[in-house]
Structures are given as C-alpha cells and as structure tokens.
T-cell receptor, first 114, second 114 residues
Framework: AQSVTQLDSHVSVSEGTPVLLRCNYSSSYSPSLFWYVQHPNKGLQLLLKYTSAATLVKGINGFEAEFKKSETSFHLTKPSAHMSDAAEYFCVVSPPKGYSTLTFGKGTMLLVSP | KAGVTQTPRYLIKTRGQQVTLSCSPISGHRSVSWYQQTPGQGLQFLFEYFSETQRNKGNFPGRFSGRQFSNSRSEMNVSTLELGDSALYLC?????????????FGPGTRLTVL
C-alpha cells in the first residue's frame, strides 16, 4: 500500500521569498513521486517527477524537489515565489513498476501576496 | 500536439439520472485513467484503460463504469446519480500507462447533481 501526506493545507508567502511545500510518503517499496499543480478551474499540470534516478529533481517554472529515502520525504521548493505560483499543489505517489495508479495527497494551497 | 480534451466541461443532472463523460487522449497515448476530485475526499482513482481493456479499478461502486474505444478515446458512465457524485471528473492519458509514465490531465468535467 502507498500513501502521501502533505503536511500543510495552506502556505502563505510573499512574492520574492522562498517556497517550501512539504510531502511525506509511505510505501513498501521505492516509489515514483510526482508534484502536480492545479490552477483554479484548470486541470493538473506536472511540475516534476522522481523515478529512482537523481534524488534532486528539477522541474518547470523554477521548482525542484529532493527525494530523501531516510526521511521518506519529497519536499517541493522554489527560491523565489511569483504571483503566478498561487495555486494548489499535489504530491503524488505511484508504484515503481507495473500499471500507474496515482495516489494523491490532500493538496497544499499556496497563497502569494505582493 | 493537442492536449487531453474532455467533454462536456460542465454538466447538471438530477438524482437518479445517468451521465456519460467523454475523454480524448493525446494523440499516440493508449492509456486513459479517470479520477474523481471532491473537496472532502480529494483526488481518487476510478479506473484505467489500455487498448480497450480495463486494467485497474479503484474503490468505487459498480454505478461507475467506463470503456475505451479502438482510437483510445474513453467514456465513463455513472448510473443512478447521487448527490455525492457531484465532483470534478478528470481524465489523464499516458503513452503506456506504466507507473513511471507521465500522466497528462485534461481540464475536467464539472458534474453537479441536484
């Protein structure tokens, strides 16, 4: 079985300050991990994914995440927030092989103030 | 390449009715997955189709069903609608539906059950 816990339901930052969205996973194997973003009334867009290659994963729009097996974490970071980053972010886990069955976290709403 | 398209975008039905939602995957993608998104339960996996075969199914009642056509387009059907079926239904496509494949999401169909 696999599960994902996003530790914060809401995160507020000021424009230009760093972003940290926290995600812990539980899995009986080494999973594939993803971060997706959802803007209001839009579908989900992939930010980045980890599939057992480099532990530091770079994604789109300046986001990156680090896979830490010892801490079972996959936190999402960005050095400097932009107003357009305001959206809901989902941490997602999938088994390392076999058919894709994505398990989503509850989501973290990122609020960016000017 | 065109993205994943879903029709209709919005739907209003009454309890007891049935509804059919449609999803056209990215050209060349053979796997289509469906997800339900609600404020209470978040994003939950419904089922996945590959080459017209359902390979995987989430924990939903039999009222939820789907199919895939030879051109990879997929439909999902919900019969005997209940108020709790009100949700955003998201479709995602990937090349092969493997766990490490990136899933590309459509904008969703917003279903309201009155």
């Amino acid at each position: 079985a696999q599960s994902v816990t996003q530790l914060d339901s809401h995160v507020s930052v000021s424009e230009g300050t760093p972003v940290l969205l926290r995600c812990n996973y539980s899995s009986s194997y080494s999973p594939s991990l993803f971060w997706y973003v959802q803007h209001p009334n839009k579908g989900l867009q992939l930010l980045l994914k980890y599939t057992s290659a480099a532990t530091l994963v770079k994604g789109i729009n300046g986001f990156e995440a680090e896979f830490k097996k010892s801490e079972t974490s996959f936190h999402l970071t960005k050095p400097s927030a932009h107003m357009s980053d305001a959206a809901e972010y989902f941490c997602v886990v999938s088994p390392p092989k076999g058919y894709s069955t994505l398990t989503f976290g509850k989501g973290t709403m990122l609020l960016v103030s000017p | 390449k065109a993205g994943v398209t879903q029709t209709p975008r919005y739907l209003i039905k009454t309890r007891g009715q049935q509804v059919t939602l449609s999803c056209s995957p990215i050209s060349g993608h053979r796997s289509v997955s469906w997800y339900q998104q609600t404020p209470g339960q978040g994003l939950q996996f419904l089922f996945e189709y590959f080459s017209e075969t359902q390979r995987n199914k989430g924990n939903f009642p039999g009222r939820f069903s789907g199919r895939q056509f030879s051109n990879s387009r997929s439909e999902m059907n919900v019969s005997t609608l209940e108020l709790g079926d009100s949700a955003l239904y998201l479709c995602a496509s990937s090349w092969g539906g493997q766990a490490t494949d990136t899933q590309y999401f459509g904008p969703g169909t917003r279903l309201t059950v009155l």
